[in-house]
């Protein structure tokens, strides 16, 4: 199926923000690039879209390395994260749908998304530079690694983004055409210009528009026929051979 972006963003302004944590598995190398990009020590938000791996795997080492950080979570995630770890509820801050986050310069906005694989997402709007963090809506699978959805011809954006959208939300299929229609409407009046999410490259210029059109379209596509048996029994067919 290609690869998928695993991203993660931060946030450069007066009181920096870290958004996502990424996933345990390549610690190292996402701390080294954080790190890289923002002091820990001035750090003073990290911002929890949701509790999976991929987003909250790194979020005991961040918190450690970030003591003047406030966590802004849900208290479903925490709940929820207390099977594995216990989250410093004292540092916690509850946001929202709809809430909002003054971070120094510019005034932070969460909302629910419309497509989401978890019960506590949480997008993030920055409108100081109509920047979308849209978390798992708008995954897409990729032919090769990419930053920018520039680099992806028609045919393939417009797969992926409904490859995607059915693989992260399967339940766009049961969804009421016109009531999920106004759910998109809501989350594309924020404005953005620019949409960044865990797993996509960056949407830009008309990309945005037809993500969103193609978002539209989700409840009246066919569901994606997941792997079988018999596709694992192929492919380890097919791995003895070579």
């Known amino acids: 199926m290609g690869h998928f972006p695993m991203n993660s963003m931060v946030i450069r302004g007066a009181e920096p923000v870290l958004v996502d944590t990424g996933c345990p598995a390549v610690r190292a190398q996402w701390l080294d690039a954080v790190w890289s990009i923002v002091d820990p020590l001035d750090v003073r938000w990290v911002f929890l879209t949701h509790d999976d791996r991929d987003h909250a795997g ?7 390395a970030c003591p003047n950080a406030t966590l802004l979570t849900t208290w479903f995630s925490l709940g929820r994260m207390a099977e594995e770890w216990e989250t410093p509820i004292e540092r916690c801050r509850f946001v929202t749908d709809g809430g909002t986050v ?71 299929a049961w969804l009421d055409s016109d009531r999920f229609g106004a759910v998109v409407d809501r989350f594309s009046s924020l404005g953005a210009e620019v949409i960044a999410g865990c797993h996509t490259p960056v949407l830009r210029g008309p990309r945005v528009a037809e993500a969103f059109d193609l978002l539209h379209r989700l409840p009246d596509v066919e569901p994606w026929q997941e792997f079988t048996q018999t596709d694992l029994d192929a492919w380890m067919a097919a791995a003895e051979q070579s």
């Open 102 to 172: 003054d971070v120094g310069d510019r005034t932070l906005v969460a909302m629910r998304p419309p497509l989401f694989d978890n019960p506590t997402t949480r997008a993030l709007f920055d409108p100081a530079t109509s920047v979308l963090w849209s978390v798992d809506t708008f995954a897409t699978n990729l032919p090769a690694p990419m930053g920018e959805i520039g680099e992806l011809g028609d045919g393939d954006f417009r797969d992926g983004q409904l490859f995607g959208g059915r693989l992260v939300a399967p339940w766009t």
């Open 58 to 64: 790194n979020l005991l080492p961040v918190l450690a």
